[in-house]
């Protein structure tokens, strides 16, 4: 190869294929230079915005705590979840939840060679009212549970068979009475992983708390009934110690079960002036929006704490092994900025949409605002910056629309305690619902979505109905609707072939 080849002008010159690596090299140091330059800005520029927002929420008084709407603890000995029943619930050692054994009351218990489910006999397609025939057939041979006599009434069947937690239900109504406090052994420090063994024992509790009260009501034992459910609303009010969506959720499926033996003891006039009393005061005291919104706050600062996680690296605390090799290394390559921008608009949505959608002190539900924060979740995009908000608000969207037929089922059930008291006074219903304040009841109430009165109508002398028009805004002559969005939101009172409002 002659010189000439390296040489021009008198100078030196490298190879073309060298001159073209050197520019790419060039050329993706630069790429590389920008994108970090770019990582660096949006991290501060991320920081710089969450950091904002906080302190200004943090002015207004809003807590971030992960901690913050924790129940504080209480002495063990004023502590219900200390009593041996609930805490042989949550594990104190290594062995998985699932393995322990529940030692609280069952409704349905297993028994293959009687064809008898654990799921209990369910419900019949489209009825609203539990029913004690259909516990009474699933009852009647099932090995696990004491028998009635062969012509016993459904009534009968149900509360022989579970006497058998009669020694159980005997030592929580005690545990009531000298434990006043609850305060449950749950590790926040888990987040959005931590445990709750003790929900579905609960539901699995108040429905056999429900079926008790409802055939001691058939029988004619209204005080043993009245003692129960009090327990029963003990029960559900306790697990709003710990406000996230779930508990609220199965506050709502419990209270459901109450609300319905309640209205059995109207229909079948077995409440005296004192217990409707104590029931409408329970009632006005319940604040179920203010429940939601606190449940919005809660579920929020176990975003933040989640997402605060991820950002220093703790992944498997966070997704334990369902995130794999890739997904972590994934997760730990990602700029801070990316965790801090999600943060900004994961807590804006919850200030914006969510936790406004409410306004508990004038017991309004903002629908316009629900409507919004639907729209805003469509719309979120493919945008780095709102992956969390994607991954963790979807399921918050219905919890607003429970909570107001959560309310608008408290109130109609306060109103129709304190008719039933007007009934047993003066010998009819009364003509309207403002002829009751304040001598039956304490307020008013209104429909949670407009603040129009309650519909009230008298069917006959045994039958009563209550209600609003429920999401869709529309009378439908209070006509129920499986769907959440949809059919009349109340309560009718009459004789057992009709069926309540949900």
């Known amino acids: 190869m002659s010189i000439d080849t390296f040489m021009v002008g008198g100078g030196s010159r490298r190879p073309w294929y060298l001159r073209f690596l050197m520019g790419l090299?060039?050329?993706?140091?630069?790429?590389?230079?920008?994108?970090?330059?770019?990582?660096?800005?949006?991290?501060?520029?991320?920081?710089?915005?969450?950091q904002k927002l906080k302190s200004e929420?943090?002015?207004?008084?809003?807590?971030?705590?992960?901690?913050?709407?924790?129940a504080p603890p209480v002495p063990a000995e004023k502590n219900f979840a200390m009593h041996p029943l609930i805490a042989s619930l949550f594990p104190t050692n290594r062995q998985p939840v699932e393995s322990r054994n529940n030692p609280l009351p069952k409704a349905a218990l297993e028994d293959w060679e009687h064809d008898k489910?654990?799921?209990?006999?369910?419900?019949?397609?489209?009825?609203?009212?539990?029913?004690?025939?259909?516990?009474?057939?699933?009852?009647?041979?099932?090995?696990?549970?004491?028998?009635?006599?062969?012509?016993?009434?459904?009534?009968?069947?149900?509360?022989?068979?579970?006497?058998?937690?009669?020694?159980?239900?005997?030592?929580?109504?005690?545990?009531?009475?000298?434990?006043?406090?609850?305060?449950?052994?749950?590790?926040?420090?888990?987040g959005f992983t931590m445990l709750l063994p003790h929900l579905a024992s609960y539901?699995?509790?108040?429905?056999?708390?429900?079926l008790r009260a409802m055939a001691d009501l058939h029988l004619?034992?209204?005080?043993?009934?009245?003692?129960?459910?009090?327990?029963?609303?003990?029960?559900?009010?306790?697990l709003s110690q710990d406000p996230l969506l779930i508990?609220?959720?199965?506050?709502?499926?419990?209270?459901?079960?109450?609300?319905?033996?309640?209205?059995?003891?109207?229909?079948?006039?077995?409440?005296?002036?004192?217990?409707?009393?104590?029931?409408?005061?329970?009632?006005?005291?319940?604040?179920?929006?203010?429940?939601?919104?606190?449940s919005m706050r809660a579920e929020r600062n176990f975003g933040i704490y989640t997402i605060e996680q991820l950002s220093r690296g703790q992944i498997k605390e966070v997704l334990g092994e369902e995130a794999g090799a890739t997904g972590e290394f994934s997760?730990?390559?990602?700029?801070?900025?990316?965790?801090?921008?999600?943060?900004?608009?994961?807590?804006?949505?919850?200030?914006?949409?969510?936790?406004?959608?409410?306004?508990?002190q004038a017991r309004r539900v903002d629908k316009g605002m629900a409507l919004n924060f639907d729209r805003a979740m469509s719309q979120t995009g493919n945008s780095p910056y709102r992956v969390f908000s994607r991954l963790l608000m979807p399921a918050l969207n219905k919890a607003i629309i429970h909570a107001a037929r959560w309310q608008t089922q408290g109130d109609a059930l306060m109103i129709a305690c304190a008719a039933e008291r007007h009934r047993l006074a003066k010998g009819a219903w009364p003509r309207s619902i403002a002829e009751l304040v304040p001598n039956?009841?304490?307020?008013?109430?209104?429909?949670?979505l407009n603040g129009s009165p309650f519909v009230y109508k008298i069917i006959s002398p045994d039958s009563l109905q209550i209600y609003t028009f429920g999401w869709d805004e529309k009378d439908d002559q209070g006509q129920a609707d499986p769907k959440l969005g949809s059919g009349d939101w109340g309560i009718l009172i009459g004789p057992e072939d009709q069926n309540t409002l949900r």
């Not at 060039?26 to 991320?46: D, Y």
């Not at 929420?57 to 924790?70: D, I, K, M, P, Y």
């Not at 002036?273 to 203010?290: F, G, H, I, M, P």
């Open 25 to 50: 090299s060039f050329v993706l140091a630069l790429i590389v230079g920008l994108i970090l330059l770019t990582a660096t800005l949006e991290g501060w520029r991320g920081t710089r915005k969450w």
């Open 57 to 70: 929420l943090e002015a207004q008084g809003e807590n971030f705590s992960l901690h913050a709407f924790q």
């Open 117 to 190: 489910s654990a799921s209990g006999p369910g419900r019949k397609r489209n009825e609203t009212r539990t029913s004690l025939k259909l516990w009474s057939d699933y009852y009647r041979g099932h090995a696990q549970f004491p028998q009635a006599y062969s012509n016993a009434s459904p009534a009968e069947v149900v509360r022989t068979a579970l006497a058998k937690y009669d020694p159980e239900i005997k030592e929580l109504l005690q545990a009531m009475r000298e434990r006043p406090q609850c305060h449950f052994p749950l590790d926040y420090q888990q």
């Open 203 to 210: 539901k699995g509790l108040v429905l056999v708390i429900q």
């Open 220 to 238: 004619g034992h209204a005080d043993k009934a009245f003692e129960e459910l009090r327990l029963g609303c003990f029960l559900n009010d306790s």
């Open 247 to 294: 508990c609220m959720l199965v506050q709502i499926a419990c209270d459901q079960m109450l609300r319905e033996a309640i209205r059995e003891g109207i229909c079948l006039h077995r409440w005296n002036d004192q217990q409707l009393t104590w029931w409408v005061e329970y009632l006005a005291r319940r604040d179920y929006l203010s429940a939601y919104q606190t």
């Open 331 to 360: 997760l730990r390559v990602l700029p801070r900025g990316f965790f801090y921008h999600n943060l900004y608009y994961l807590v804006k949505m919850h200030q914006d949409y969510t936790i406004p959608a409410v306004d508990p």
């Open 440 to 448: 039956y009841l304490p307020f008013e109430p209104k429909d949670a």
